[in-house]
């Protein structure tokens, strides 16, 4: 739908405006990153935009930074704007009361797991996570660098796709060797997210599963 709407487009056109902003186009979408974590809006298309226009490594440095920032925004809302009756709302309730006192024995651990984890509600949680005892360090580290991989992953397709769109005569000219290097490349990324995910979501499950014993005591 969004494609049908020219959505993409326009977006591609405003990542194009913010990289012709000089030394100012990385405070402009690292902002914008931010408010799309704040305000829970789909980021896939800014992640692959991010590779398409800034390519791999500075696309995918901004949209790692971008996102840290939004989600610690969004921790810090949740934490001072409705920790109180949040947290008594969780007191109420012995069994979630249980699993985020476990989490919060391993808040680096855990937030660094669902960050490793593509179809986690992320954005959601930033703002659950306000809500225990998890310490702002952990959770903006784990953020940090859990959302590494996955934004690689993206940002990466979204330079592949610049290269396949590219009319000019470096990228038309390439070689079977380079494109197949692509390839491979693109293939590892898959294997390595798909990895970390089941990795990730056993590991998570094993934190959910350690208080169990505990909900009634």
Known sequence: MLVWLDVDQQL???LRWIDGQG???????????????????????????????????EGTLYVVI???????VAFLLARYGAGARAGAFIRRHAGLHAVTREMEAHDFEVV?????????????????????????????????IGLVPFSL???????????????DDQAVGRTPLEWSIYGIGFVATVVAVVTLNRIARRALAR??????EEVNP
């Open 207 to 212: 934190f959910q599963a350690l208080p169990a």
């Open 112 to 144: 660094l797991l669902t960050r490793l984890v593509p179809f986690f509600p992320g954005k959601l949680s930033n703002y659950f996570f306000g809500l225990t005892g998890f310490s702002f360090r952990s959770y903006s580290l784990g953020t940090f």
């Open 153 to 167: 992953h993206n940002v990466y397709l979204g330079s592949l796709a610049a290269n396949l769109v590219s009319v």
């Open 23 to 57: 030394l100012w186009s990385a405070l402009w979408f690292l902002a914008i990153m931010a408010l799309v974590v704040v305000f829970l809006l789909p980021g896939v298309l800014f992640t692959t935009g991010a590779g398409f226009v800034f390519g791999v490594l």
């Open 12 to 14: 591609l056109e405003l």
């Open 66 to 72: 971008g996102t840290t920032i939004g989600a610690c």
